[in-house]
C-alpha cells in the first residue's frame, strides 16, 4: 500500500469549505492574519504510514479521543503513535479507583459493608438459601427489588397522596376493597407499594384466573405475594392475620371505557364479603383516584382479544399509535385514600350463608367508595396536578 | 390398632419403599407378624417379613388373608411410572384392578380391622386455577383424564366405596406429597438428578416433599394408631423449583412448556426420566397441600422439612453448575480479606 488513497477531511483549521482548494477570498478575508497555505490533505490510518516520501507531508495518525485543536499543522513535528488494546494500559490504580467510586456512588459512604451485604444477598439468591411462603411470596425479592423498583413511579411519577392509612390495622387479617381502573393494573401494584411504605405490611392481592395462566406473570405475581382470587385462598389468608387486597371489579373495573371512568362497576358476587365475614376481619374500602387517566381507553378490538383468549385488548390515544411509547402511563396525579374499616365480627356465625346480608355489606361498601371517589374526585385540582 | 397378635398384610414390597415399610412396621412391637405380598419377590433384604408370592389381580390374595387371620391391610401397590411395570396398560391394571381385587378380598374378610391406603397428593391435579394449599375436603380443579392422577383418583374412589360397605374397618388414606431421598427413585427424583434441568419458562412451580422416612413413620403410625380419614402427609414450608435447582447447583435450561413436553417424551424414551403430562403441570403450577389435619388428627410430625427432605436428597448429588455462587464467593473473599487491596476486575 504504497501509495494510499488521500481523502481529504475538513478544513484543518483554515477558512474554507474543506475542498482542499484555495479558499475564497471572503473566507480569507474572515480568516484574519491566517496565511493561505498550500493545499494539505490529511491522511487517516489506523497504522503508521509506511512511507512519509509517499505522501508529501507528515502523516499523523489521529486518535480520536486525544485530538488536539489542529490550528498550526504546519509547525507540527512528525508523530507517530502504537496502537494500543482497548483494556491493556489503563493502570490497575485507575481500575481500581474508578471501581471505589462506582461503589460509593451506588452505595453511599458505608460502601464496604453495603457492598459486602449486596454481595450476601447476591449469593443467597444464587443458591436459592432464601425462604417463601405457602403462597410462593418471596418477601426479600419483593422488598430489595419489586417495592424499590416500584417506588420512583409511586412518589415521582404518579406523586401518591395516600390518606387514612390509620384505617388499617397494625395488626392482624383485614381486607382492603378497592376500585379498579387504569386498562392495567397498575393501580394495584401502587397500593402494595404505598401500603408497604406506610404501614409496613405487605398487602397480599387476590389475581384473577388470568394472571396466573400467562407466562412470567404468574410467577412475578406469586413471588410478589399475590394469590389466586377464590375463597379458599382469601379465608386463607385472611385467617392466617394477612393484609389482603381485592379488586372485586376485576376486568369490568379496568377494562372500562374512558367515558366511564370513576364509575364502579359491578362488586362480582360479593365473594369478598362472605370470606371477610367467615374470618370476622374488617373490611378497609380503599378510594383510588388518577388510575383513571393513566391509559385512557378509548377503543377495543373485542375479536382480537377472543383469539388471544384476554378479557380486552386496549386502545388508547398513544397506544398502539406510538408503538413502546405508548405504554408509558400518563402522569396523573393520584390519591388514595382508605376509608372507616366495616367491622364484620359483630355478625352471628353463619352470616356469610345469608346472602341478603351479604349483598347488603356488598353494597355498603361499594357505596363508600363511590361516595369517596366523588369526594376526592372534587378536591383534585385537575387530573395532572 | 395396638392390640397384640396384631398380623398385617404390606402389598407392593418388591419395591424399594413397600420393602422397607413392611420391615420398619415389623420391628413395631404392637405389631405380631408382617406378611409382604408382591408378583416379584422382593430385590431386597425383607427381614422378618414373610413373603407371600401373589398377584393382587387375582382372588388368591383373598385366600391369603383368611388363611393368615390378616387384620391390617396396608396397600402400597399403586406405582406411578408405567416404566417399571412394563407400559402404562399394564400400570393402570396393577392399580386399578388389583386395589380392586384386593378390596374385594377385604370385603369378604371378616377378621379385617383396618386398612391404610397410601396415596398421593398427584390426585389434587396442578392448574392456574388451583387454590394455594388444598384441603382434604377439596377437589381437584378438573378431574384428571388420564395417567397416574386418574388412576389415583379411582383408587380412592374405591377405598371410599370400600368404607361404605365396610364401616366396621377403619380405612385410613394417606396423601403423600411427592416422596424424596437419596435413594428413592421416582419421576420427580430422576427429573432432579438430569445435569441439566429443563424448566418450563415463565413459570415457577412451588413443590412439597416428603423424606422417605416420614412416609415409613407416617405410615407406620396409621397403621398402629386408632385414626381413620384421609390425609395430606408434607413436609413443612415449600420450595419453589427454581430455588430448588439453585440449592442442588444445577442449570437450568427455561423452555415453553410444548417444548417441555417434547424434551420429555425423548427422555422418556431414552429411559433417563419419565415426564408425564401431569408432571408437567406440576411443574409448571406446582402444588401445595394443607397439613393441619395431619398434626391434628393423625398427630403426625414429619421429622424433614420440605427444605430439609431437598437437600438430603441434594446431598447425594454432584452440583454441575454453581459457577456464579463460585465467582461471587471469590469475589467476597477477596473483599474481606484484603479490603485496601481491591484488585481489577471486580463488578460485584
Same mark, same amino acid.
Given at each position: 500500500?504504497?501509495?494510499?488513497?488521500?481523502?481529504?477531511?475538513?478544513?484543518?483549521?483554515?477558512?474554507?469549505?474543506?475542498?482542499?482548494?484555495?479558499?475564497?477570498?471572503?473566507?480569507?478575508?474572515?480568516?484574519?492574519?491566517?496565511?493561505?497555505?498550500?493545499?494539505?490533505?490529511?491522511?487517516?490510518?489506523?497504522?503508521?504510514?509506511?512511507?512519509?516520501?509517499?505522501?508529501?507531508?507528515?502523516?499523523?495518525?489521529?486518535?480520536? $479521543?486525544?485530538?488536539?485543536?489542529?490550528?498550526?499543522?504546519?509547525?507540527?513535528?512528525?508523530?507517530?503513535?502504537?496502537?494500543?488494546?482497548?483494556?491493556?494500559?489503563?493502570?490497575?490504580?485507575?481500575?481500581?479507583?474508578?471501581?471505589?467510586?462506582?461503589?460509593?456512588?451506588?452505595?453511599?459512604?458505608?460502601?464496604?459493608?453495603?457492598?459486602?451485604?449486596?454481595?450476601?444477598?447476591?449469593?443467597?439468591?444464587?443458591?436459592?438459601?432464601?425462604?417463601?411462603?405457602?403462597?410462593?411470596?418471596?418477601?426479600?425479592?419483593?422488598?430489595?427489588?419489586?417495592?424499590?423498583?416500584?417506588?420512583?413511579?409511586?412518589?415521582?411519577?404518579?406523586?401518591?397522596?395516600?390518606?387514612?392509612?390509620?384505617?388499617?390495622?397494625?395488626?392482624?387479617?383485614?381486607?382492603?376493597?378497592?376500585?379498579?381502573?387504569?386498562?392495567?393494573?397498575?393501580?394495584?401494584?401502587?397500593?402494595?407499594?404505598?401500603?408497604?411504605?406506610?404501614?409496613?405490611?405487605?398487602?397480599?392481592?387476590?389475581?384473577?384466573?388470568?394472571?396466573?395462566?400467562?407466562?412470567?406473570?404468574?410467577?412475578?405475581?406469586?413471588?410478589?405475594?399475590?394469590?389466586?382470587?377464590?375463597?379458599?385462598?382469601?379465608?386463607?389468608?385472611?385467617?392466617?392475620?394477612?393484609?389482603?387486597?381485592?379488586?372485586?371489579?376485576?376486568?369490568?373495573?379496568?377494562?372500562?371505557?374512558?367515558?366511564?371512568?370513576?364509575?364502579?362497576?359491578?362488586?362480582?358476587?360479593?365473594?369478598?364479603?362472605?370470606?371477610?365475614?367467615?374470618?370476622?376481619?374488617?373490611?378497609?374500602?380503599?378510594?383510588?383516584?388518577?388510575?383513571?387517566?393513566?391509559?385512557?381507553?378509548?377503543?377495543?378490538?373485542?375479536?382480537?382479544?377472543?383469539?388471544?383468549?384476554?378479557?380486552?385488548?386496549?386502545?388508547?390515544?398513544?397506544?398502539?399509535?406510538?408503538?413502546?411509547?405508548?405504554?408509558?402511563?400518563?402522569?396523573?396525579?393520584?390519591?388514595?385514600?382508605?376509608?372507616?374499616?366495616?367491622?364484620?365480627?359483630?355478625?352471628?356465625?353463619?352470616?356469610?350463608?345469608?346472602?341478603?346480608?351479604?349483598?347488603?355489606?356488598?353494597?355498603?361498601?361499594?357505596?363508600?367508595?363511590?361516595?369517596?371517589?366523588?369526594?376526592?374526585?372534587?378536591?383534585?385540582?385537575?387530573?395532572?396536578? | 390398632?395396638?392390640?397384640?397378635?396384631?398380623?398385617?398384610?404390606?402389598?407392593?414390597?418388591?419395591?424399594?419403599?413397600?420393602?422397607?415399610?413392611?420391615?420398619?412396621?415389623?420391628?413395631?412391637?404392637?405389631?405380631?407378624?408382617?406378611?409382604?405380598?408382591?408378583?416379584?419377590?422382593?430385590?431386597?433384604?425383607?427381614?422378618?417379613?414373610?413373603?407371600?408370592?401373589?398377584?393382587?389381580?387375582?382372588?388368591?390374595?383373598?385366600?391369603? !388373608?383368611?388363611?393368615?387371620?390378616?387384620?391390617?391391610?396396608?396397600?402400597?401397590?399403586?406405582?406411578?411410572?408405567?416404566?417399571?411395570?412394563?407400559?402404562?396398560?399394564?400400570?393402570?391394571?396393577?392399580?386399578?384392578?388389583?386395589?380392586?381385587?384386593?378390596?374385594?378380598?377385604?370385603?369378604?374378610?371378616?377378621?379385617?380391622?383396618?386398612?391404610?391406603?397410601?396415596?398421593?397428593?398427584?390426585?389434587?391435579?396442578?392448574?392456574?386455577?388451583?387454590?394455594?394449599?388444598?384441603?382434604?375436603?377439596?377437589? $381437584?380443579?378438573? /378431574?384428571?383424564?388420564?395417567?397416574?392422577?386418574?388412576?389415583?383418583?379411582?383408587?380412592?374412589?374405591?377405598?371410599?366405596?370400600?368404607?361404605?360397605?365396610?364401616?366396621?374397618?377403619?380405612?385410613?388414606? !394417606?396423601? /403423600?406429597?411427592?416422596?424424596?431421598?437419596?435413594?428413592?427413585?421416582?419421576?420427580?427424583?430422576?427429573?432432579?438428578?438430569?445435569?441439566?434441568?429443563?424448566?418450563?419458562?415463565?413459570?415457577?412451580?412451588?413443590?412439597?416433599?416428603?423424606?422417605?422416612?416420614?412416609?415409613?413413620?407416617?405410615?407406620?403410625?396409621?397403621?398402629?394408631?386408632?385414626?381413620?380419614?384421609?390425609?395430606?402427609?408434607?413436609?413443612?414450608?415449600?420450595?419453589?423449583?427454581?430455588?430448588?435447582?439453585?440449592?442442588?447447583?444445577?442449570?437450568?435450561?427455561?423452555?415453553?412448556?410444548?417444548?417441555?413436553?417434547?424434551?420429555?417424551?425423548?427422555?422418556?424414551?431414552?429411559?433417563?426420566?419419565?415426564?408425564?403430562?401431569?408432571?408437567?403441570?406440576?411443574?409448571?403450577?406446582?402444588?401445595?397441600?394443607?397439613?393441619?389435619?395431619?398434626?391434628?388428627?393423625?398427630?403426625?410430625?414429619?421429622?424433614?422439612?420440605?427444605?430439609?427432605?431437598?437437600?438430603?436428597?441434594?446431598?447425594?448429588?454432584?452440583?454441575?453448575?454453581?459457577?456464579?455462587?463460585?465467582?461471587?464467593?471469590?469475589?467476597?473473599?477477596?473483599?474481606?480479606?484484603?479490603?485496601?487491596?481491591?484488585?481489577?476486575?471486580?463488578?460485584?
Amino acid at each position: 500500500m504504497g501509495d494510499a488513497e488521500i481523502i481529504p477531511i475538513g478544513t484543518r483549521g483554515r477558512p474554507g469549505r474543506g475542498t482542499g482548494k484555495q479558499p475564497s477570498s471572503a473566507a480569507r478575508g474572515l480568516a484574519g492574519g491566517s496565511k493561505p497555505a498550500k493545499p494539505r490533505a490529511a491522511t487517516r490510518k489506523a497504522r503508521p504510514a509506511p512511507e512519509p516520501a509517499a505522501v508529501e507531508e507528515p502523516v499523523e495518525t489521529v486518535e480520536v $479521543p486525544e485530538v488536539p485543536e489542529v490550528v498550526e499543522a504546519a509547525e507540527r513535528p512528525p508523530v507517530t503513535t502504537v496502537d494500543r488494546g482497548p483494556l491493556a494500559g489503563i493502570p490497575a490504580a485507575d481500575w481500581l479507583s474508578a471501581f471505589q467510586h462506582a461503589a460509593l456512588e451506588v452505595f453511599g459512604d458505608q460502601w464496604e459493608p453495603q457492598l459486602a451485604r449486596f454481595l450476601a444477598f447476591l449469593r443467597r439468591r444464587v443458591t436459592g438459601d432464601y425462604a417463601v411462603d405457602e403462597y410462593g411470596f418471596d418477601q426479600e425479592i419483593t422488598e430489595r427489588f419489586f417495592m424499590a423498583a416500584l417506588r420512583p413511579i409511586a412518589e415521582r411519577w404518579f406523586r401518591i397522596e395516600v390518606r387514612g392509612i390509620e384505617n388499617i390495622p397494625t395488626e392482624g387479617g383485614a381486607l382492603v376493597v378497592s376500585n379498579h381502573s387504569g386498562t392495567v393494573p397498575v393501580d394495584g401494584l401502587m397500593t402494595m407499594v404505598s401500603v408497604h411504605d406506610q404501614t409496613g405490611r405487605f398487602l397480599r392481592p387476590l389475581g384473577a384466573d388470568l394472571v396466573f395462566r400467562l407466562p412470567v406473570v404468574s410467577a412475578l405475581a406469586r413471588k410478589s405475594g399475590a394469590t389466586l382470587a377464590c375463597t379458599e385462598d382469601a379465608e386463607r389468608m385472611l385467617s392466617g392475620g394477612e393484609l389482603v387486597g381485592v379488586w372485586p371489579e376485576g376486568f369490568k373495573g379496568i377494562g372500562k371505557p374512558y367515558s366511564e371512568r370513576y364509575k364502579l362497576q359491578r362488586f362480582g358476587r360479593g365473594g369478598f364479603v362472605s370470606a371477610a365475614l367467615r374470618t370476622g376481619v374488617p373490611i378497609v374500602p380503599l378510594s383510588v383516584v388518577g388510575a383513571e387517566e393513566i391509559y385512557p381507553l378509548v377503543g377495543n378490538v373485542p375479536s382480537l382479544a377472543r383469539l388471544l383468549g384476554v378479557p380486552y385488548i386496549p386502545i388508547t390515544p398513544l397506544f398502539p399509535l406510538l408503538g413502546p411509547l405508548g405504554l408509558v402511563p400518563l402522569p396523573s396525579k393520584w390519591l388514595l385514600e382508605f376509608g372507616e374499616p366495616i367491622r364484620t365480627d359483630e355478625y352471628d356465625r353463619g352470616a356469610a350463608d345469608d346472602p341478603m346480608l351479604v349483598f347488603n355489606v356488598t353494597d355498603q361498601v361499594r357505596e363508600t367508595i363511590q361516595q369517596t371517589l366523588y369526594s376526592l374526585l372534587m378536591k383534585r385540582e385537575s387530573v395532572f396536578r | 390398632m395396638g392390640s397384640a397378635g396384631s398380623v398385617v398384610l404390606v402389598t407392593g414390597v418388591s419395591r424399594d419403599l413397600g420393602r422397607k415399610f413392611a420391615r420398619s412396621v415389623a420391628a413395631d412391637p404392637a405389631v405380631d407378624r408382617v406378611i409382604g405380598v408382591d408378583v416379584v419377590p422382593p430385590r431386597g433384604d425383607l427381614g422378618d417379613v414373610s413373603f407371600v408370592r401373589a398377584d393382587i389381580r387375582n382372588p388368591v390374595i383373598a385366600k391369603v !388373608i383368611a388363611k393368615e387371620d390378616v387384620d391390617t391391610v396396608v396397600h402400597m401397590s399403586v406405582i406411578s411410572t408405567p416404566g417399571s411395570a412394563g407400559g402404562r396398560n399394564s400400570m393402570k391394571e396393577l392399580n386399578v384392578i388389583g386395589t380392586m381385587q384386593l378390596l374385594a378380598a377385604c370385603q369378604k374378610a371378616p377378621g379385617l380391622r383396618n386398612l391404610v391406603v397410601k396415596s398421593t397428593t398427584t390426585m389434587y391435579g396442578a392448574s392456574s386455577r388451583d387454590p394455594a394449599m388444598f384441603t382434604e375436603d377439596m377437589e $381437584p380443579r378438573r /378431574a384428571p383424564r388420564s395417567g397416574y392422577a386418574k388412576d389415583v383418583a379411582e383408587i380412592e374412589g374405591y377405598v371410599r366405596g370400600f368404607a361404605r360397605r365396610r364401616s366396621d374397618v377403619r380405612v385410613a388414606t !394417606i396423601r /403423600a406429597a411427592n416422596v424424596i431421598g437419596p435413594y428413592v427413585s421416582s419421576p420427580i427424583t430422576s427429573y432432579f438428578r438430569l445435569p441439566v434441568i429443563p424448566t418450563v419458562l415463565g413459570f415457577d412451580a412451588r413443590l412439597q416433599f416428603l423424606h422417605e422416612q416420614d412416609l415409613l413413620e407416617v405410615l407406620r403410625q396409621a397403621v398402629t394408631r386408632d385414626v381413620a380419614g384421609t390425609f395430606n402427609v408434607a413436609g413443612d414450608g415449600i420450595l419453589m423449583l427454581s430455588q430448588a435447582v439453585r440449592r442442588l447447583q444445577r442449570p437450568t435450561v427455561p423452555m415453553p412448556g410444548i417444548l417441555v413436553g417434547n424434551l420429555g417424551s425423548v427422555l422418556r424414551s431414552a429411559r433417563l426420566a419419565d415426564f408425564s403430562p401431569e408432571q408437567l403441570a406440576f411443574l409448571t403450577y406446582g402444588r401445595g397441600v394443607d397439613t393441619t389435619r395431619m398434626r391434628e388428627v393423625l398427630g403426625f410430625e414429619p421429622s424433614y422439612s420440605t427444605a430439609e427432605a431437598f437437600a438430603d436428597f441434594a446431598s447425594t448429588l454432584t452440583p454441575t453448575g454453581g459457577r456464579a455462587d463460585r465467582a461471587l464467593a471469590g469475589v467476597e473473599r477477596q473483599l474481606t480479606t484484603s479490603p485496601a487491596v481491591l484488585s481489577g476486575g471486580d463488578h460485584g
